[in-house]
């Protein structure tokens, strides 16, 4: 994953951290192949031409998330931290302000990423399988944690990376332009460019094209019903179900995540969720099985869960990568648990890369990585049962 040089026509060998994030994402030998063989990321364009990504880039906006207390401080209504600012100030989040009285966001219109990525690398496993999806994101994150993966984008300041002067207008036109059946708000965390990000998707969706969201949906229930009303699917990290781990790994509270959950569910937008299983510190079993059963309770038993492989990254350098015999046991554990979808990802071959259905068993999409090597669910059913299969598939 690259966001800070311009994009040239021609890929050029990915450096070492590339490797590695490819890596850690999962990418089998032939996708790392065809990343290497054709350009990947998507040109960044206003009116028209290329253009450079410019390192310090902030575009102060109004934000209506912000409302006035006491003298000239504003506080922020986005997320649950609900900051107040004082003039001058500036967030946790490092990407929202208070100037001269009025709260602003600074990453609007200057994405530090915009690519082009398979659909199943955000991951979606139940939207259109196979298609691909134009990928933005800025600086900034409103959690802090510790195995983050892409921490030098989303744990710095806007000011700190390259990015690019891209209109909400801009980014529609080129997926258009290049026959992309949706737009990802990913990689970094889109409630930090909330307001850039709805306006997109309005865009987006009067353009015909599917809006996909991934997030760690640390945000109120006001700007997510909002943000609902224009988003199909949804992937959020479900760090774990352990309110201690939350507040000394994650940096925030778990309750808020989970009630946005529900939110998300009630809405109507699809739902895939994303667990990082972390060696030693969320790694238990007993309460794996908890979060599974309170997941087929409240969220459904078809919800797709991605448990993912944890590679050592950013604090939690010193732990080692998770066992493949401990996500096979967590993979069990969540179907016993109740849930029907349970995907084994970042480990490329693995049988659980592959979707099957739940009543006669048989494979209905088989995957190597993020290459679908086989689709036959029929108008969103199993071909051999005709159970239906949840997802959005065309």
């Not at 302000?97 to 600074?106: A, I, K, P, W």
């Not at 700190?160 to 909400?168: C, G, I």
């Not at 207008?169 to 990000?197: D, K, N, T, W």
């Not at 940096?251 to 739902?271: F, M, N, T, W, Y």
Request: glycine share 6%.
């Amino acid at each position: 994953m690259q966001h800070t040089s311009p994009v040239p026509t021609t890929s050029p060998p990915l450096n070492r951290k590339q490797f590695l994030k490819a890596a850690a994402c999962g990418l089998c030998a032939p996708a790392l192949a065809s990343m290497l063989a054709s350009p990947r990321p998507a040109h960044a364009q206003a009116g028209g031409a290329s253009q450079t990504a410019q390192r310090g880039l902030v575009r102060p906006h109004p934000s209506p998330w912000f409302s006035p207390v006491d003298g000239n401080a504003v506080q922020c209504g986005l997320c649950p931290r609900q900051c107040t600012l004082a003039p001058g100030q500036r967030s946790p989040c490092r990407a929202r302000e208070n100037r001269s009285g009025q709260g602003v966001s600074l990453t609007y219109a200057n994405p530090a990423l915009i690519q082009e990525d398979p659909v199943e690398r955000k991951p979606f496993f139940h939207v259109v399988p196979g298609s691909r999806a134009l990928s933005v994101s800025t600086a900034g994150c409103n959690l802090h944690c510790k195995f983050c993966e892409v921490w030098d984008m989303a744990l710095v300041r806007p000011e700190d990376v390259h990015a690019y002067d891209l209109s909400p207008e801009a980014v529609v036109a080129h997926a258009q332009a290049a026959g992309l059946r949706s737009v990802s708000f990913a990689f970094g965390e889109p409630v930090i460019f909330y307001e850039y990000m709805l306006d997109v998707a309005r865009l987006a969706r009067n353009a015909g094209m599917l809006n996909l969201l991934h997030t760690a949906a640390y945000i109120r229930p006001e700007p997510l019903q909002e943000l609902c009303e224009v988003i199909d699917a949804a992937n959020v990290d479900l760090k774990g179900f352990d309110p201690a781990f939350y507040r000394e790994v994650v940096g925030g509270e778990l309750q808020p995540v989970l009630d946005a959950l529900r939110i998300i569910k009630r809405s109507g937008v699809h739902l895939e969720l994303t667990s990082v299983v972390i060696p030693t510190l969320n790694d238990d079993m007993d309460a794996l099985a908890e979060m599974c059963r309170w997941i087929a309770g409240e969220l459904g038993p078809d919800t797709p869960l991605h448990l993912a492989r944890f590679y050592p990254l950013y604090r939690l350098s010193a732990l080692p990568r998770t066992p493949v015999s401990i996500l096979d046991q967590a993979r069990e554990t969540a179907q016993n648990a109740g849930l029907r979808f349970v995907y084994v990802a970042k480990v490329p071959g693995h049988d659980g890369e592959n979707t099957f259905c739940p009543d006669c068993g048989q494979a209905v999409i088989t995957r190597v990585g993020f290459i679908v090597d086989q689709m036959r669910v029929d108008n969103g059913r199993c071909p051999d049962c005709q159970r239906e299969i949840p997802g959005i598939w065309s």
